[in-house]
């Protein structure tokens, strides 16, 4: 997916992540419960990544919610831990974050060849998004805190990468 202007707010996202006003980000697809965050990072539309039995889990990992746990779901696939979320040609990301107060891994989000970020925010929409910080906050217990790991691999396909290929979605 290219760079996308924004469609206009999303109030409803704006009142939880009151910094994604801070700059551009759109809505890449409409609300679903069929996938996580987790999955989503992975490239996985199809699955939600949780506790097993219920949920599917990288066979062989062990299920916890901590960030060390989140980068050896993420091995997995071919991710190795990396210093920072910076762009690198020839790479993709994921950002993994964390509350501060829980230490709990709340949210991964994917690097688009781009440079900007996409995420699946919980059951509502996937948004491409310009920066890490504008889902940062640590207001309450129910935020994603703050962007505390992050992890790389060889970019994939990026034409049938499934954060790649959506498109901005207008109300």
Known sequence: MGESSRVGPLAHLEAIFPSLADDDYAKTSE???????FAFAA?????????????????????GRSPENLL??????????????????GFEKIAIYA??????????????????????????EDIEHTTLAQLQCAADLLSYGYAVRYARRPRQNTATSAGDRRKVISD
């Open 72 to 89: 050896a779901a993420f091995a997995t696939i071919g991710y190795v831990e990396c210093t920072n979320g910076d762009l690198e040609v």
């Open 31 to 37: 609300p679903t419960d069929e996938y996580n965050c």
């Open 43 to 63: 490239g996985d539309d199809s699955s939600w990544w949780g506790a097993p039995p219920d949920d599917y889990w990288p066979p062989g990992v062990e299920y």
């Open 99 to 124: 509350h501060p107060d829980t230490l709990k891994a709340t949210h991964a989000a994917r690097q688009l060849e781009s440079g900007r970020w996409t995420s699946k925010l919980g059951e509502l």
